[in-house]
């Protein structure tokens, strides 16, 4: 990303309002890219399963219940939204592959979040387009 604007005595303001201007049409370009990376995986994904991905990539070996908070999510929704990226949706369906849910080493009958290949492979893509 570009450096931060410097506004100094002989700066014209008009000058650094469309520098302002072009740089934050860049960074939009960059989100929008990242949006039409996950359509294209799944044209009707939620932001809260974009959200449940990115805090997986995050915190990787969270519970369920820690990413149920950090997204504020119920623990309903966090489940949900995890088995859509999972490997099976709860429709039975396919599911997309990127995350995977792993017994916790330190209670058997929890489960922590871990990306799939596929998954780190995807956020890595879009950490790309955010970075250009």
């Given at each position: 990303m570009g450096s931060p604007i410097q506004i100094?005595?002989?700066s014209s303001p008009h000058v650094n309002a469309c520098e302002h201007n072009r740089e934050i049409k860049q960074a939009a370009h960059r989100i929008?890219?990242?949006?039409?990376?996950?359509?294209?995986?799944?044209?009707?994904?939620?932001l809260q399963q974009a959200a449940t991905l990115i805090t997986v990539a995050l915190r990787?070996?969270?519970?369920?219940?820690?990413?149920?908070?950090?997204?504020d999510q119920t623990t309903a929704s966090i489940t949900r939204?995890?088995?859509?990226?999972?490997?099976v949706h709860r429709t039975g369906k396919p599911g997309l592959n990127l995350v995977e849910l792993k017994p916790n080493p330190e209670d058997g009958r929890?489960?922590?979040c871990h990306l799939t290949p596929n998954?780190?492979?995807?956020?890595?893509k879009l950490a790309l387009h955010v970075g250009r």
């Open positions: 100094t005595e002989n929008w890219c990242v949006f039409e990376e996950l359509r294209r995986l799944d044209p009707d994904m939620p990787e070996g969270l519970g369920v219940i820690e990413a149920a908070n950090l997204t939204n995890l088995q859509a990226l999972g490997q929890k489960k922590t998954g780190l492979a995807l956020v890595t």
